[in-house]
C-alpha cells in the first residue's frame, strides 16, 4: 500500500519554519543524532535554526515520494488532494533534475492558484500563503547543503518562475531574495546559477532593491576574492550592459506571458554616463591593495568597469601599478608566468619580497589584458 507520512511530514517541517529566521535545512550522515523521535530534528537559537535529516531519511523520502508518483498523471489527480503535490516537493528535494516531477509539480501549483477551469487567477488569502510556502520551501533546497539540489538549474528556472508569480498575484510578498542568494553561494563555492539568477533578478527589480542587491553582492564579494561567479555578478551590478540586460527582461516578460500576464516595461539602465564607473573600480582597486590580493576574480571585475573608461584614463587610473611593476622589475626580475620558478628561486625566504612578487603578479597581468583587448578595439 501506497504511502506518504514521510513526505507530509517532510513538507509540514518545512512550511512549519516560514516564520523563523535564518533556517536552513542540512542532510548529515547517519548517527549524528541520537534522538529518533522524529525523521526531521529541528535544531536552533535566536541566531538562527536549522532543519536536519540523516542520509538514510532522506533516501526514504525518495523512495516514498518516487512510488507514490509513479505512472501518474495531472489528469488522474483529484483538484482537492493535495498529497501528489506534497510528494513532487519530496521529490523536488532528491532528484531536482526529473522532468516529469517538475512538470507535474508546476501543474498542480498553477491548479491551485487558478479558478476551475483554470482560466482565472485566485488571489484569495489562501492562495497568497499557498504561493509564500512554495517560495519558503524552494528557499530551503536552494540554501541547503545538498550539492545537487542547490546548484539545480531546474530549480532556480523554478524559483525565477515563482518570482515572476509572486510580482503579479502578490506583490506586497516579503523574502530575503538577497539572503537567498548569499547563503546558497556560501553553501557551494562559485555557484553559478545561483549568481546568473541573481544577474536575471537584478535586470527586472526596481531601483531600491537593486541598490540592496548590489550591496549584499559586495559585502560577499569582499569575504571571498576567489569566487568568480560572484565577482562577475558584481561587475554586472555596476555596469550597464544593454544586450544582458534586454535579454533578461525578455525572459522575465516571456514568463509573464507564459502565466497569462501581460509584458512588462521595465527601464534599461540609462548607459555607461550613468554609473560612477571610476568609483567603484577605486573601490574595487582599493580592496586589491589592502588586501593584497592574488585571486584572478576581483581582477576580471575590475577590468569589466575599465573598459567604459578612456584610454586616456585607464593609464591614468593604473599608473601607481605600472611604477610598482617597473621598480620591482629593475631591481629583480620580470614578472610574467614564466618566471613564477625564478621567483621561488631567487626570493628563497625573503617573505616579504615574495608577498611583494604574488601581490604585483596578478596586477601586471590584467593591465596586459586589458592591452590587448585595447589593440583588438583599434583594429
Known amino acids: 500500500m501506497k504511502t506518504l507520512k514521510l513526505c507530509r511530514e517532510f513538507y509540514e517541517t518545512l512550511i512549519g519554519s516560514i516564520l523563523r529566521a535564518g533556517v536552513k535545512l542540512t542532510v548529515t550522515p547517519d548517527g549524528t543524532f541520537i534522538d529518533n523521535r522524529s525523521s526531521f530534528i ?19 523520502l525518495f523512495c516514498e515520494a518516487r512510488l507514490y508518483l509513479t505512472n501518474k498523471t495531472l489528469e488522474e489527480i483529484n483538484n482537492d488532494d493535495d498529497s501528489y503535490y506534497i510528494a513532487t516537493v519530496g521529490l523536488l528535494s532528491t532528484t531536482p533534475e526529473d522532468r516529469h516531477n517538475l512538470n507535474l509539480h508546476e501543474q498542480l501549483l498553477l491548479r491551485h492558484l487558478k479558478q476551475i477551469p483554470e482560466t482565472k487567477w485566485r488571489l484569495h488569502e489562501e ?7 512554495e517560495l519558503h520551501v524552494v528557499k530551503l533546497l536552494l540554501t541547503s547543503n545538498l550539492k545537487r539540489v542547490n546548484k539545480s538549474s531546474s530549480l532556480w528556472l523554478l524559483f525565477r518562475k515563482l518570482y515572476t508569480l509572486s510580482r503579479e498575484l502578490n506583490p506586497a510578498m516579503k523574502l530575503d531574495y538577497c539572503d537567498l542568494f548569499v547563503r546558497s553561494a556560501a553553501n557551494h563555492f562559485s555557484n553559478y546559477y545561483c549568481w546568473n539568477t541573481f544577474r536575471w533578478m537584478y535586470d527586472v527589480e526596481n531601483a531600491e532593491n537593486r541598490s540592496l542587491m548590489s550591496e549584499s553582492v559586495w559585502n560577499f564579494c569582499f569575504r571571498n576574492p576567489k569566487d568568480s561567479s560572484a565577482w562577475w555578478a558584481l561587475g554586472h551590478t555596476l555596469s550597464s550592459d544593454h544586450r544582458v540586460e534586454k535579454h533578461s527582461i525578455g525572459h522575465f516578460n516571456q514568463l509573464r506571458v507564459r502565466f497569462g500576464f501581460e509584458p512588462h516595461v521595465i527601464d534599461a539602465s540609462l548607459g555607461p554616463h550613468s554609473v560612477k564607473y571610476i568609483y567603484h573600480a577605486q573601490k574595487v582597486l582599493k580592496f586589491i591593495e589592502l588586501a593584497e590580493v592574488r585571486e584572478w576574480p576581483p581582477f576580471l571585475c575590475l577590468a569589466k568597469l575599465l573598459q567604459y573608461m578612456s584610454h586616456r584614463d585607464q593609464r591614468q587610473f593604473l599608473k601607481s601599478w605600472r611604477s610598482d611593476i617597473e621598480l620591482f622589475e629593475s631591481k629583480h626580475f620580470k614578472l610574467d608566468d614564466k618566471s613564477v620558478n625564478m621567483a621561488m628561486y631567487e626570493i628563497g625566504d625573503d617573505l616579504l619580497l615574495r608577498r611583494t612578487f604574488e601581490s604585483l603578479l596578478p596586477r601586471k597581468k590584467l593591465i596586459e589584458y586589458r592591452g590587448r583587448v585595447d589593440a583588438r578595439e583599434r583594429h
Open 127 to 133: 492562495e497568497s500563503r499557498f504561493l509564500q510556502r
Open 42 to 60: 529541528c535544531v536552533g537559537d535566536l541566531t538562527g535554526s536549522e532543519i536536519i535529516c540523516s542520509k538514510s531519511t532522506y533516501l526514504r
